[in-house]
């Protein structure tokens, strides 16, 4: 942020799915077992809203 106005100092080639950072951490395993899909559907709908929100600040 400089004066007042948002900017990325990186962006990503390829969006990839929350699964993709999780998994290799043995601390989130709960979340792969059968009956949590839904959690990781939720977690993902809020990081591509944020990521949405992200960019409209920086395009304004």
Do not use: T, V
């Not at 395993?29 to 990081?47: D, R, S, T, V």
């Amino acid at each position: 942020m400089d004066h007042g106005k948002w900017s990325l100092s990186y962006e990503p080639k390829n969006k990839l799915p929350i699964e993709d950072f999780l998994r290799p951490q043995g601390r989130f395993k709960h979340l792969f077992k059968p009956g949590n899909e839904h959690l990781l559907a939720l977690f993902q709908e809020e990081i591509d809203r944020r990521w949405e929100d992200l960019q409209y600040l920086c395009a304004r």
